[in-house]
Every structure is written in structure tokens, then in C-alpha cells.
């Protein structure tokens, strides 16, 4: 009987020494896991930021250059009036005699 107690402690210790040891890779492949997440997790918000800051510097390129177009659409429009304007004062008997009725 003290053989097969002797054998069946050397069983316990075995299983111990194997849920130690699988307990140990676990933990190494959960620190290996989280580590590699963290870093793939760290390149994607630089990405994310370094294409967000060039869109940015679209889009405030895109605004700039509207502006200007309107600006200068509002000089034509502008423009455009004080020619109106001088043709009229101008040509305003000739106006006057082409559309009256008498």
C-alpha cells in the first residue's frame, strides 16, 4: 500500500508541477497578447492623428481658397453694379425716350 501512496503523491506533485507550469505560459501569452494589443492600439491612434492633422490642413486650404473666390466674386458683383450704374446715369435721356410711351 505505501507504493501505491508513494506513486500516487508523485502523480499529485506531476499535476501541481504541470498546472504550474501551464499557469506560467498562460500568463506569459496574456503579458505577450496585452503588450502586442497595446502597441498595435498606440500605431493606430498616431495614424489616426497624422491623417486627421493633414485633413485638417485640407480642409483650412479648402476654406481659405473659398474664401477667396467669394471675395473676389463679391468684387465682380460689385463691379459689375457701378457699370451698370454709370451706363445708366449716362445713357438715362436715351433710356427715357426708348421706353416712353409718348
Known amino acids: 500500500m505505501k507504493i501505491m501512496n508513494i506513486k500516487f503523491e508523485a502523480s499529485e506533485i506531476n499535476v501541481?508541477?504541470?498546472?504550474?507550469?501551464?499557469m506560467k505560459t498562460a500568463?506569459?501569452?496574456?503579458?505577450?497578447?496585452?503588450?502586442?494589443?497595446l502597441d498595435l492600439t498606440?500605431?493606430?491612434?498616431?495614424?489616426?492623428?497624422a491623417r486627421g492633422?493633414?485633413?485638417?490642413n485640407v480642409a483650412e486650404k479648402s476654406v481659405k481658397g473659398?474664401?477667396?473666390i467669394a471675395a473676389k466674386q463679391q468684387d465682380i458683383?460689385?463691379?459689375?453694379?457701378?457699370?451698370?450704374?454709370?451706363e445708366y446715369i449716362r445713357n438715362r435721356q436715351r433710356f427715357g425716350k426708348l421706353f416712353s410711351q409718348n
Request: proline share 0%; glycine share 10%; hydrophobic share 35%.
Open 42 to 49: 498606440e500605431d493606430i491612434l498616431e495614424g489616426t492623428i
Open 27 to 37: 500568463k506569459k501569452i496574456v503579458k505577450n497578447t496585452n503588450e502586442t494589443v
Open 77 to 86: 458683383f460689385f463691379d459689375t453694379l457701378d457699370i451698370i450704374k454709370g
Open 16 to 22: 501541481k508541477e504541470g498546472v504550474d507550469t501551464a
Open 53 to 56: 492633422t493633414e485633413w485638417q
Open 66 to 68: 473659398g474664401l477667396k
